[in-house]
Each structure stands twice: as structure tokens, then as C-alpha cells.
């Protein structure tokens, strides 16, 4: 997996957020979330919290350096939720988007969740490189 700090100037304040959804691309965005915390990519932080309007974790997303949001489908259920908020993620990703197909089961592979990682930490970098241009 290619990290943020091998890739550009790492914004110090990360804020990852995950759908955790019933299915398996649910779960996928989640573990994603989760490695890339795991790995000082950035801060998970609580997805729910911003769908229940409350506003301290809101103001949390909003003061960040970057929010990468992972999506599990098209249905947006994370990404409509930060419009609600009035809140636009940096970065955006829908795990279906990688050619994984939605199942209402919870089997995930190690390399389903790094392809989505991964392509957070390339996305991330790209967006760096728009703000220093």
C-alpha cells in the first residue's frame, strides 16, 4: 500500500469517514477506513454522528486539514449525509466504483479493502498537489 507520506506533503489533520453498511461494501469502506487509520493515514471519525446532526461532530469535519469519504455504493448514504451537514468531502470514493459488486453478505478479501485504501491515499495525494498548484 502506498502511504500519504511517501506520496506528498500530508495534511496534519486527516478525517476519515466510512459507510458501514449491511453488506459487504459496507464493511469494505469501513476496514478501508480502519487500515488507513491503523497506518497514521488520517483520524476515522464517526460517520453517524454527522448523519445525526450533531453539530460538535460536524464542526470537527469542517475545521479538518482534508475528509476522505468512502461510500459503499451509489446509493450515497454517507456522502448525502455531509450535504446535509453542509459538509463537502476533499476526497470522495464509492467502493462499487472499483468493480466490486454489492452483496447483502459481509465476505471481503484483505485485497478488496487495500485497492480501496489505496486508491484514498492516491486520491488524497492528488488533491495535495491541486492545493500547493
Known amino acids: 500500500m502506498l502511504l500519504?507520506?511517501?506520496?506528498?506533503a500530508t495534511p496534519q489533520d486527516v478525517i476519515l469517514l466510512a459507510c458501514s453498511g449491511g453488506s459487504n461494501v459496507g464493511?469494505?469502506?469501513n476496514e478501508a477506513a480502519k487500515s488507513l487509520d491503523q497506518l497514521?493515514?488520517?483520524r476515522m471519525y464517526c460517520a453517524i454522528g454527522i448523519g445525526a446532526g450533531i453539530e460538535s461532530f460536524i464542526e470537527t469535519?469542517?475545521?479538518?486539514?482534508?475528509?476522505v469519504a468512502i461510500d459503499g455504493c451509489n446509493v450515497a448514504c454517507l456522502k448525502k449525509a455531509l450535504e446535509n451537514a453542509g459538509l463537502t468531502p476533499d476526497v470522495y470514493l464509492v467502493v462499487t466504483d472499483y468493480g466490486i459488486e454489492k452483496g447483502?453478505?459481509?465476505e471481503i478479501t484483505r485485497e478488496q479493502i487495500a485497492e480501496v485504501a489505496d486508491?484514498?491515499?492516491k486520491a488524497l495525494?492528488?488533491?495535495a498537489k491541486g492545493a500547493e498548484g
Open 4 to 8: 500519504m507520506s511517501e506520496c506528498c
Open 61 to 67: 469535519v469542517r475545521q479538518a486539514d482534508a475528509c
Open 119 to 121: 486508491a484514498a491515499v
Open 104 to 106: 447483502h453478505h459481509f
Open 125 to 127: 495525494a492528488e488533491c
Open 40 to 42: 497514521g493515514q488520517g
Open 27 to 29: 464493511q469494505i469502506s
